[in-house]
């Protein structure tokens, strides 16, 4: 083997970028840092960073989170582990011009989680926050977007995440480990950003084999009547699958 010249290449880098959504209010949010340093300093961007040599793209994913907004994942292949988010692998982005420093490509991770508290930031993020995607996709006329290609890093996060709700039972990572049909139902509106007819929802939720299984308790925490409390059940695939209205 001829011997390997590293400055013979160009510099190249692979980072992580993080959608981290989850439902606030009736709104879908998606979590936000403003950046610290240059490039686009003082922008609003997804939280994310480069990937260490000795480390996985899961393992750089679940460590930018906590660094940046001290918000913890786990893999959605261990689901009762504490209470971390929803973490999957989203796409890659590699156009040449996305990172004016040098050559970067980003493997975009998506990552859900019901009441995600207040965010906290830190790396080299000056603030962080929730927004509404809506806000972020569509920015006001005097609001700058957001930095790099996170917009359409988003909006592909957001896609997802509206797509999957509707064959898979990922609606239930909104949700707490016990919750009312009221509030997952609240979950596909505000990821859908529709309203949806409650007796309905109900016939199909609790009619879809192995979607959704009685906890054995009732809750009055939304107000009204005891509504019985369910946990996700054991299908991942939905059949019949729940399908978005068409607005």
Not at 18 to 39: F, N, S
Not at 78 to 83: C, F, I, Q, S, V
Not at 141 to 168: M, N, Q, T, W
Not at 204 to 214: A, H, I, N, R, Y
Request: hydrophobic letters at 40%.
């Amino acid at each position: 083997m001829s011997p390997y010249d590293p400055s013979a290449y160009p510099p190249f880098a692979v980072t992580v970028d993080l959608v981290v959504l989850t439902v606030r209010g009736p709104a879908l949010c998606a979590l936000v840092v403003k950046r610290g340093e240059q490039p686009f300093q003082g922008r609003w961007a997804l939280p994310g960073g480069f990937v260490r040599g000795d480390e996985d793209l899961a393992a750089a994913a679940a460590r930018e989170l906590s660094e940046e907004t001290g918000l913890c994942a786990h893999d959605p292949a261990h689901p009762d582990a504490g209470n971390g988010a929803h973490l999957e692998q989203l796409a890659t982005y590699g156009d040449p011009q996305r990172d004016p420093r040098m050559r970067v490509v980003s493997v975009a991770h998506l990552v859900l989680a019901p009441d995600l508290p207040a965010p906290r930031a830190g790396g080299d993020a000056n603030s962080a926050r929730w927004a509404p995607v809506d806000e972020l996709l569509a920015p006001a006329p005097d609001v700058l977007p957001l930095a790099f290609d996170h917009a359409k890093i988003l909006a592909d996060g957001v896609e997802r995440a509206r797509s999957k709700i509707e064959y898979s039972s990922l609606a239930t990572a909104f949700c707490p480990p016990e919750f009312t049909v009221g509030e997952l139902r609240r979950v596909y509106e505000a990821v859908w950003g529709v309203a949806l007819d409650p007796r309905n929802f109900h016939r199909k939720v609790t009619g879809t084999p192995g979607f959704l299984v009685p906890a054995g308790g009732t809750t009055t925490r939304q107000g009204g009547r005891p509504a019985q409390l369910f946990r996700a059940g054991g299908a991942t695939l939905l059949n019949p699958p729940m399908l978005r209205p068409e607005v």
